[in-house]
Every structure is written in structure tokens, then in C-alpha cells.
Nanobody
Framework: QVQLVESGGGLVQAGGSLRLSCAASGGTGSYYTVGWFRQAPGKEREFVVGIRWNSGVTIYADSVKGRFTISRDNAKSTVYLQMNNLKPEDTAVYYC???????????????????WGQGTQVTVSS
């Protein structure tokens, strides 16, 4: 059983930055993928970025390339999402999730992720 706790959300003006954290515990290892997803009101949950824990291979959604950066701290079992140049359309609840399957690259499909955090709200004002 993997537990995930997100933090770092908040209210920021357009052009600002936030850093989200996802702390993992219980059953963690170097064989999984950690992904960030987001869900805006009235919209489906969408993939943002994923990272393979052992290799560091990443995949970003086109909408966040060049603005968001994912990183990990092995010692703390924590994944970070640095979000720069935020836009009002980035407003959403952000979730981290873990995919326990072996894979060479992170999955972008939310149904392939096994465990989810509770989410953290990010609001970007114009």
C-alpha cells in the first residue's frame, strides 16, 4: 500500500510560480512511475508530467513543456513539481499518482496509475 500526500498548492497571480510536493510512503521502491495529473472544474482529469523513479525518464504534456519541471529526492521519497510562468488555465486540483508497473517511460493514462493522493488546489488569477 502506497500513501501519497501532496502539498504546496495555493493562489498565485499569472506569471508566478509554485512548487508542489508529493511525499510517498509505504511500499515505495525504485521500480515505479510518479505522475502528476490535474482536474479543472467541469473537465476530465488530464496528465501533466510523469517521471520514472529509477531512470529519471520524464514525459511532459505539451501544455506545460518549458514551464513545469518534475524532479525527485530519493532520500525523502518525494517528487516535486516546479511550476513557472503559471497561467489562469493551469487552475485545477493537482494530484500525484504512482504506477507500479515496470515501464521504460511514464504512462500518460490515468487508469494505469494504482495509487492517488488527495489533491492540492492551484488557482492562478489573471
Amino acid at each position: 500500500q502506497v500513501q501519497l500526500v501532496e502539498s504546496g498548492g495555493g493562489l498565485v497571480q499569472a506569471g508566478g510560480s509554485l512548487r508542489l510536493s508529493c511525499a510517498a510512503s509505504g511500499g515505495t521502491g525504485s521500480y515505479y512511475t510518479v505522475g502528476w495529473f490535474r482536474q479543472a472544474p467541469g473537465k476530465e482529469r488530464e496528465f501533466v508530467v510523469g517521471i520514472r523513479w529509477n531512470s529519471g525518464v520524464t514525459i511532459y504534456a505539451d501544455s506545460v513543456k518549458g514551464r513545469f519541471t518534475i524532479s525527485r529526492d530519493n532520500a525523502k521519497s518525494t517528487v516535486y513539481l516546479q511550476m513557472n510562468n503559471l497561467k489562469p488555465e493551469d487552475t485545477a486540483v493537482y494530484y500525484c499518482a504512482v504506477d507500479l508497473r515496470f515501464a521504460l517511460v511514464p504512462s500518460t493514462r490515468n487508469h494505469e496509475y494504482d495509487y492517488w493522493g488527495q489533491g492540492t488546489q492551484v488557482t492562478v488569477s489573471s
